[in-house]
């Protein structure tokens, strides 16, 4: 808001322009939510101040199943592998977006060596 040169709003009463929509989880790190949002198209994206969007029709199934008080705990793994019963080798990685990892590339081949699935 600032950097459109409009005024910071701190306090967004409930209603249908509050973006946190209906529903909201908290999670492991104080101030950061799971939620819905009334943007649908920027669900999953990097737009606020670290909240994460869910959208309408998703956040309707999972708000009901989480018992009150229940808090979520992230976890920032840009590195899965996965191993299935027959053997095959699931990678998946995202980019580093916090720097974490010095080298993704030495860090993907030291996981998967440590998992016993590498031929290096």
């Known amino acids: 808001m600032a950097a459109k040169g409009e005024s910071v709003k ?7 322009d509050n973006p946190l929509g209906r529903f909201a989880l908290h999670t492991s790190i104080p ?14 994206q990097f737009r606020s101040h ?5 959208p309408p029709e998703r956040m309707e199934k999972l708000y009901p199943i989480v018992p009150v008080g229940t808090k979520g705990e992230l976890i920032y793994e ?9 053997n095959r080798v699931l990678l998946e990685v995202h980019r580093d977006i916090y720097r974490k990892i010095p080298s993704m590339d030495t860090e993907v081949r030291a996981r998967l060596q440590k998992r016993g699935v590498s031929s290096a």
């Not at 701190?10 to 249908?16: F, K, Q, R, Y």
């Not at 840009?78 to 027959?86: C, G, H, L, N």
């Open 50 to 54: 670290g909240c994460i969007r869910i």
């Open 78 to 86: 840009p590195i899965k592998i996965a191993v299935t019963a027959e």
């Open 10 to 16: 701190t306090l967004v009463p409930p209603g249908p």
């Open 31 to 44: 101030g950061i939510l799971l939620h819905e949002t009334i943007w649908p198209a920027t669900a999953y």
